[in-house]
Antibody, heavy 122, light 108 residues
Framework: QVQLVESGGGVVQPGRSLRLSCAASGFTFSNYVMYWVRQAPGKGLEGVALISYDGTKEYHADSVKGRFTISRDNSKNTLFLQMNSLRPEDTAVYYC???????????????WGQGTTVTVSS | DIQMTQSPSTLSASVGDRVTITCRASQSINIWLAWYQQRPGKAPKLLIYKASNLETGVPSRFSGSGSGTEFTLTISSLQPDDFATYYCQQDNSYSEWTFGQGTKVEIK
């Protein structure tokens, strides 16, 4: 079945780094735009980063620009989020998600992982 | 940047009620809007895409409408499973895909 499974979350000190992974299965990963979305405790959803199906286009939210980098390995059906210079305000559940249709944007995110928790605290 | 504003932030309703949530964009996004439902501790679930298209498997009591800057999500007859938080999301381009702040639907 179509599935996304995140991993790599944990507790980290401010200023340190963490790399999240999202393993995709059950669909042709290389055909889809992929996203990272986060949710701070008790707060709403915040878009973090997007990457095109072929990895040639990336977008990062202003709140993480210059610190976080989205990437993908289509040969391994895996999405990544490299998070550097972490801050307490980066504490959140991080979800990876798939765009609804192949090769495009505009139609929302139809498949979500279960989320991985990142806690930034000294 | 396009800002998305949902209203109300919280809504109290009873089973069987008709419920409407509004989402306004700070500039036109044509019909590039999605709606999600999120239950506590769970990932969001896509309900509506392209403003009015019902996602496969979503009950027909959910409907979406609007274009340009004003959009609505309607639940025609609220069911116990529908008490959750709802988010709109504009999906205008690779660099513009922000979420609204959410609307919590509570039991009256």
């Amino acid at each position: 079945q179509v599935q996304l499974v995140e991993s790599g979350g944990g507790v980290v000190q401010p200023g340190r780094s963490l790399r999240l992974s999202c393993a995709a299965s059950g669909f042709t990963f290389s055909n889809y735009v992929m996203y990272w979305v986060r949710q701070a405790p008790g707060k709403g959803l915040e878009g973090v980063a997007l990457i095109s199906y072929d990895g040639t286009k990336e977008y990062h939210a202003d709140s993480v620009k210059g610190r976080f980098t989205i990437s993908r390995d289509n040969s391994k059906n895996t999405l990544f989020l490299q998070m550097n210079s972490l801050r307490p305000e980066d504490t959140a559940v991080y979800y990876c998600a798939r765009h609804h249709y192949e090769y495009s944007t505009g139609y929302g995110m139809d498949v979500w992982g279960q989320g991985t928790t990142v806690t930034v605290s000294s | 940047d396009i800002q998305m504003t949902q209203s109300p932030s919280t809504l109290s309703a009873s089973v069987g009620d008709r419920v409407t949530i509004t989402c306004r964009a700070s500039q036109s996004i044509n019909i590039w809007l999605a709606w999600y439902q999120q239950r506590p501790g769970k990932a969001p679930k896509l309900l509506i895409y392209k403003a009015s298209n019902l996602e496969t498997g979503v009950p027909s009591r959910f409907s979406g409408s609007g274009s340009g800057t004003e959009f609505t999500l309607t639940i025609s007859s609220l069911q116990p499973d529908d008490f959750a938080t709802y988010y709109c999301q504009q999906d205008n381009s690779y660099s513009e895909w922000t979420f609204g702040q959410g609307t919590k639907v509570e039991i009256k």
